[in-house]
């Protein structure tokens, strides 16, 4: 039994890994969004409000809509079943 208990361990940190990486990840590209966002706003009020506004706001959306919510939606999924498949090999380890 300890060697299945192992073994959902070993798999149950991978999961955590790639899952925190995702989400890391997204994060990291949200600050760069923003980043981005805030230089483009900026340029905006130096040059004139109403168009250059509306077009990096534009340009703001819709990169953060690049972000796939599905590989977001992945990456949380598997952190969480990570740390669910944590718990059961707790479980089996309790009882190993």
């Known amino acids: 039994m300890t060697v299945v208990a192992l073994v959902l361990y070993v798999a149950s940190s991978l999961l955590q890994a790639v899952g925190a990486y995702g989400v890391i990840r997204d994060a990291v590209t949200g600050r760069r969004n923003m980043r981005q966002?805030?230089?483009?706003?900026?340029?905006?009020?130096?040059?004139?409000?109403?168009?250059?506004?509306q077009e990096?706001?534009?340009?703001?959306?819709?990169?953060?809509?690049?972000?796939?919510d599905r590989r977001r939606w992945t990456a949380v999924g598997l952190l969480?079943?990570?740390?669910?498949?944590?718990?059961?090999?707790?479980v089996v380890a309790l009882y190993a």
């Open 37 to 53: 966002f805030k230089a483009d706003w900026d340029q905006a009020a130096k040059i004139g409000w109403p168009e250059p506004a």
């Open 80 to 90: 969480v079943g990570g740390l669910g498949l944590g718990a059961v090999a707790n």
């Open 56 to 68: 990096a706001l534009y340009k703001y959306v819709t990169a953060e809509n690049d972000v796939s």
